[in-house]
């Protein structure tokens, strides 16, 4: 049975004995990088897709049952549109410079990698001028080159091949700032941000249409700032593009996977994921990474249709013995038993995290 047919079967209720698949979108071990085949990498490092590359040799490295991760690059028909990157080596760190080039003036974000995590120092949207060069922005991108996408979004479904499922990274459109602003912009734009939400909602539907039609398996809906906003908040801003999204990915034969970081508690306690029943929900953090009583307390709740996901805290994983790693998927067995479960991590593999970590984390998940 190969890992692909093991997710289907899976997906349809069937027993195929334990899961364990972390979050990875990258090549994240401490073991040196290298393609091992079949075959020549399927991405060359100056494309976008490399890090592709990098998911499936991890896959194959540590044998879990992977959910790869991939984006396609939605060129503009207009060429003017695009948008130029520029990465700076500083201190140890690469400094990412976004500039998109519009008439009513540049956008400009830049973002700060420290080999462990990635954190925003300037976002586009700061005042309202900003919001109509990103609409004029968006409704430019929503005239993309559509052949060339599907194209591409083909040959990243046949580089996963029967090794797995791929999907791609899927936020509400309300999510286009940061959580820290979103807010502000939100009360002090209103009708801007309104309508640049509008156009990301047209723009997003129309990128789906085109991952669909390159044979991708799943969305993995991606909800941030669940310890910042509230549920009335997301009822009012997402929770209609949300079910709306979902609905229609299901019924093509698609599949969700729901992620949200950090407190998640109250969501769960208000029956929000039940209504929006994804087939895989994670992640399950208890204290000190979010604010859930119990993996078991979470799964009492949840609708036994979802499968859940997680939670290997990630400085077990980085920093641990393989034995606090080993113990670490025991309690996750314990408290998720009897219930729709695959071991996983709370969040990304780490850069660097120690090879016998995570083959003890795979060997003990599937022991």
Same mark, same amino acid.
């Given at each position: 049975?190969?890992?692909r047919?093991?997710?289907m079967?899976? $997906? *349809?209720?069937?027993?195929?004995?334990?899961?364990?698949?972390p979050?990875?979108?990258?090549?994240?071990?401490?073991?040196?990088?290298?393609?091992?085949?079949?075959?020549?990498?399927?991405?060359?490092?100056?494309?976008?897709?490399?890090?592709?590359?990098?998911q499936?040799?991890?896959?194959k490295?540590?044998?879990?049952?992977?959910?790869?991760? *991939?984006?396609?690059? @939605? $060129?503009?028909a207009?060429?003017?549109?695009?948008? %130029?990157?520029?990465?700076?080596?500083?201190?140890?760190?690469i400094?990412?410079?976004?500039?998109?080039?519009?008439?009513?003036?540049?956008?400009?974000?830049?973002?700060?990698?420290?080999? &462990?995590?990635?954190? !925003?120092?300037?976002?586009?949207?700061?005042?309202? *001028?900003?919001?109509?060069?990103?609409?004029?922005?968006?409704e430019?991108?929503?005239?993309?080159?559509?052949?060339a996408?599907?194209?591409?979004?083909?040959?990243?479904? *046949?580089?996963?091949?029967? $090794?797995?499922? +791929?999907?791609?990274?899927?936020?509400?459109?309300?999510?286009?700032?940061?959580i820290?602003?979103l807010?502000?912009?939100?009360?002090?734009?209103?009708?801007?941000?309104?309508?640049?939400?509008?156009?990301?909602?047209?723009?997003?539907?129309?990128?789906?249409? &085109?991952?669909l039609?390159?044979? @991708?398996?799943?969305?993995?809906?991606?909800?941030?700032?669940?310890?910042?906003i509230? !549920?009335?908040?997301?009822?009012?801003?997402?929770a209609?593009e %949300?079910k709306?999204?979902?609905?229609?990915?299901?019924?093509?034969?698609?599949?969700?996977?729901?992620?949200?970081?950090?407190?998640?508690?109250t969501?769960i306690?208000?029956? @929000?994921?039940?209504?929006? $029943?994804?087939?895989?929900?994670?992640?399950?953090?208890?204290p000190p &990474?979010?604010?859930?009583?119990?993996l078991?307390? #979470?799964?009492?709740?949840?609708?036994?249709?979802?499968?859940?996901?997680?939670?290997?805290?990630?400085?077990?994983?980085?920093?641990?013995?393989?034995?606090?790693v080993?113990? #670490?998927?025991?309690?996750?067995?314990?408290?998720?038993?009897?219930?729709?479960?695959?071991?996983?991590?709370s969040?990304? +593999?780490?850069?660097?995290?120690?090879?016998?970590?995570?083959?003890?984390?795979?060997?003990?998940?599937?022991?």
């Amino acid at each position: 049975m190969t890992k692909r047919e093991k997710w289907m079967k899976y $997906l *349809a209720g069937e027993d195929v004995g334990p899961m364990a698949a972390p979050l990875c979108d990258k090549w994240g071990a401490a073991e040196k990088y290298e393609w091992t085949g079949p075959g020549p990498e399927p991405f060359t490092p100056d494309e976008k897709q490399w890090s592709l590359c990098g998911q499936l040799m991890m896959a194959k490295a540590f044998g879990w049952d992977p959910l790869f991760l *991939a984006a396609i690059n @939605f $060129l503009p028909a207009d060429g003017g549109a695009e948008t %130029i990157v520029t990465k700076t080596h500083k201190d140890n760190k690469i400094e990412t410079v976004s500039v998109i080039r519009t008439p009513l003036g540049d956008l400009t974000q830049i973002d700060e990698d420290n080999g &462990v995590t990635t954190r !925003p120092l300037k976002d586009y949207l700061e005042d309202e *001028a900003d919001f109509h060069k990103m609409l004029w922005y968006t409704e430019q991108a929503r005239d993309f080159q559509r052949e060339a996408a599907v194209a591409e979004g083909k040959r990243i479904r *046949a580089a996963v091949g029967v $090794l797995g499922v +791929v999907g791609t990274w899927v936020s509400p459109s309300v999510s286009m700032t940061g959580i820290q602003t979103l807010f502000y912009h939100l009360m002090d734009y209103r009708r801007a941000f309104a309508t640049l939400r509008e156009s990301r909602r047209i723009l997003q539907q129309k990128q789906l249409e &085109v991952y669909l039609e390159a044979g @991708f398996d799943y969305l993995f809906y991606c909800v941030p700032g669940t310890d910042s906003i509230s !549920p009335g908040f997301l009822r009012e801003w997402m929770a209609d593009e %949300i079910k709306e999204t979902l609905t229609w990915w299901k019924s093509h034969g698609g599949f969700i996977v729901w992620h949200s970081c950090g407190h998640v508690k109250t969501f769960i306690e208000q029956g @929000f994921y039940n209504e929006m $029943l994804p087939e895989v929900f994670e992640t399950l953090s208890e204290p000190p &990474v979010g604010n859930i009583p119990s993996l078991a307390w #979470a799964r009492e709740r949840l609708d036994p249709r979802i499968a859940t996901k997680g939670n290997i805290p990630l400085n077990i994983l980085l920093e641990g013995t393989p034995g606090d790693v080993r113990e #670490a998927v025991r309690h996750v067995k314990r408290e998720t038993a009897g219930s729709r479960h695959i071991i996983g991590l709370s969040d990304n +593999v780490l850069n660097g995290t120690p090879g016998e970590n995570l083959r003890a984390y795979v060997e003990e998940s599937y022991m």
